[in-house]
C-alpha cells in the first residue's frame, strides 16, 4: 500500500527521534554508570550521534514533504506540519560543520569549566565562555535573528519568550518579593538546625520510591538511579530519572526526587501514539519546570501531603525523628534561609537567583558586560538581590553548569515555570476544591488527571504562553507565584 505524505513525514520525524532518544539514553549511562576512565570514547559515540541526528533531522526528504503538506485539512496533522517546518527550517540554516563545531567545543568548556570550578578560578574558564559567547551569536546570524542574540537564545527554550517579556514580568516579580524575603529574614522562626541526621540511604530510597510512585510515575515506564546532578531523561515509554543521597540531608534526596518526578510524569503523559512528532513533544523547557515545580513545591511542600505521608516517614525512620514534632518537621521542610548556591536555595530566595542570571545575561548579549567583568557584577548583584556576596568564584559566578555547554537564555525557564506552576494550581484549585482532601488521603490522581489532559496531552499544540491563556482564562503573571508564596510562608514566618 502506497503510504501518504504524511506518513512519510512522520516516518523521518521518528527516524530525527529515534537518534536523539539513543544519544539521551548514552549521556544518561554517562552520567549513572560510566567507568571513569571511559569519558572520550562516550565523547567520540555521543558526537557521532549529534552527526548521524542533525543530517536527519536536516534530510532533504522532509522539506519536499513539507512542501508537499502545505495545506493539510486535519487539525492534528496541521499542528504536526506547523513545528516540524519550525524544526526544520531552524536546522537546515546551521551548517554542519558549525553544529560539529559548538559540540566539540561544549565538550572542551566543560571539562575547562569543571577544572577552573575546582581551582576557583573564573579566569582559566573566561576564554571559553567568550567563545561560547560567540558561537552564540553566530548561531543567532545563520538563524536571521542577528540583531536579537538573546531573544533566540530565550526562543530556543522558550519559543515565543522574548527578554522584554521576561523583564516586565520578572520586573514585576522582584517588586512583591524582595519585601517577602526582607520580612521573613526579620523573622525570629526558625527550624531547628540540624535535626535530619542519619537517614539510612536504604530507607531514604524506599521512601521517595513509595512517594514517587504515589504521585503518579509508572516505574514500568522509567527508573530512578543516584547521579551527582539529579536529572531526567528520556522520552515516551522510557524516562530516566536521577537523584543524589546524603544521610544527613534527606529532604534533599526527597524534595529532587519529586522534582524530577514532576518532569517524568510529564513525559510520561505526552501522547505516546504521537511519539517522535511535535505532539508527542514537551511545550518548552518553562512549561517542563512547571511540571516539576508543581509537584516539588505546590503539591509537596503542603500540609495536606504531609498529613498523608508524615506517618510513613516516621515509620521508616523511627529514631531519626523521635525527637523531631510534627511542626518541626513541616517548618524543615519549608525552610527560608538565604544561600549563595542556586541548587541549595529554597522556593522564595530561588527567583532571586534567576533574576541574578537574567539580568547578567542580558547585560553580556547586549555588549555593556564583558567577560572579564562578570565575577565583580555577579558579586554585586548577588550582594543586592540576596544580601551575600560570594567569597570565591566557585560560590559564585563558575557554579552553575549551563554556561560550560553554552546554554543562555535556559535560566530564565526556572523562573517560568515557578510563575506557570502557581497560576496553574490557583485554576486546578478553584475546579477542584477537594484536592486537599485527596492529598491527605494520598490521593493525587485527580490532579495528575487534569495536568494531563490541560498540559500533557497537548504537546507542542500551543507556546507556553498561549497554553497558560487557554488553561487558566489570563495572561501569565507573577501575581499567583506571589500570592502563593505569601499564603504558605506567612503563617510560618510572619505569625
Ligand atoms: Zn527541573
Not at 391 to 411: E, I, K, M, N
Not at 430 to 455: K, M, N
Not at 485 to 495: F, W
Request: glycine residues 6%.
Amino acid at each position: 500500500m502506497q503510504s501518504t505524505a504524511y506518513e512519510r513525514l512522520v516516518a523521518h520525524l521518528k527516524r530525527a527521534h529515534y537518534l536523539g532518544t539513543v544519544a539521551g539514553l548514552l549521556g544518561w549511562d554517562e552520567q549513572v554508570n560510566l567507568p571513569p576512565d571511559s569519558a572520550d570514547q562516550r565523547a567520540e559515540q555521543l558526537a557521532l550521534l549529534a552527526e548521524l541526528q542533525h543530517a536527519a533531522a536536516a534530510d532533504p526528504a522532509i522539506g519536499e514533504l513539507l512542501r508537499e503538506l502545505d495545506s493539510v485539512a486535519a487539525v492534528d496533522q496541521a499542528v504536526v506540519v506547523r513545528e516540524a517546518r519550525r524544526d526544520y527550517e531552524r536546522v537546515v540554516k546551521l551548517p554542519a560543520s558549525f553544529v560539529a563545531e559548538k559540540a566539540r567545543h561544549a565538550s572542551a568548556a566543560y571539562h575547562a569549566w569543571a577544572a577552573a570550578k575546582q581551582a576557583d578560578d573564573f579566569s582559566a574558564f573566561a576564554p571559553f565562555l567568550q567563545k561560547h559567547l560567540d558561537l552564540a551569536r553566530q548561531e543567532a546570524a545563520f538563524l536571521g535573528w542577528g540583531d536579537r542574540p538573546y531573544d533566540y537564545a530565550i526562543d530556543k527554550h522558550d519559543p515565543g519568550l522574548t527578554a522584554a517579556k521576561l523583564t516586565a514580568l520578572f520586573d514585576e516579580l522582584k517588586a512583591g518579593l524582595v519585601p517577602l524575603v526582607r520580612s521573613i529574614a526579620a523573622s525570629p522562626a526558625r527550624p531547628p538546625a540540624g535535626v535530619l541526621q542519619k537517614f539510612p540511604v536504604e530507607a531514604q530510597r524506599d521512601f521517595l520510591r513509595e512517594v514517587t510512585e504515589k504521585l503518579g510515575f509508572n516505574y514500568r515506564r522509567g527508573r530512578i538511579d543516584v547521579s551527582l546532578h539529579p536529572f531526567c531523561e528520556g522520552a515516551g515509554a522510557d524516562i530516566r530519572m536521577t537523584t543524589r543521597f546524603d544521610a544527613d540531608n534527606p529532604l534533599d534526596s526527597l524534595f529532587s526526587s519529586i522534582h524530577e518526578t514532576g518532569h517524568g510524569l510529564y513525559e510520561q503523559g505526552l501522547p505516546l501514539a504521537a511519539q517522535g512528532t511535535p505532539l508527542g513533544q514537551n511545550a518548552g523547557m518553562g512549561v517542563h519546570e512547571s511540571q516539576s515545580r508543581l509537584w516539588e513545591n505546590q503539591v509537596s511542600r503542603s500540609r495536606a501531603f504531609w498529613r498523608f505521608f508524615e506517618p510513613r516517614f516516621r515509620e521508616k525512620f523511627p529514631a531519626q525523628l523521635a525527637g523531631v514534632s510534627s511542626d518541626e518537621l513541616y517548618l524543615a521542610v519549608n525552610e527560608v534561609a538565604p544561600t549563595l548556591i542556586r541548587v541549595d536555595s529554597d522556593e522564595v530566595h530561588y527567583n532571586l537567583h534567576i533574576l541574578l542570571r537574567f539580568e547578567v545575561e542580558r547585560r553580556l548579549f547586549a555588549g555593556e558586560l564583558a567577560v572579564a567583568e562578570l565575577p565583580a557584577t555577579w558579586n554585586a548583584l548577588s550582594q543586592e538581590l540576596l544580601g551575600l556576596t560570594p567569597t570565591s568564584d566557585r560560590t559564585g559566578v563558575l557554579q552553575d553548569v549551563h554556561w560550560s555547554g553554552g546554554a543562555f537564555g535556559y535560566f530564565p525557564s526556572y523562573c517560568l515555570g515557578n510563575m506557570i506552576a502557581a497560576q496553574l494550581w490557583f485554576t486546578v484549585r478553584s475546579q477542584y476544591p477537594e484536592l486537599d482532601s485527596d492529598f491527605a488521603a494520598g490521593d493525587f490522581s485527580r490532579l495528575l488527571g487534569w495536568l494531563r489532559t490541560q498540559i500533557h496531552e497537548q504537546g507542542r499544540r500551543y507556546e507556553a504562553l498561549e497554553l497558560v491563556r487557554r488553561v487558566t482564562g489570563e495572561e501569565l503573571t507573577p501575581k499567583y507565584l506571589l500570592r502563593y508564596l505569601h499564603e504558605r510562608y506567612a503563617p510560618l514566618y510572619l505569625g
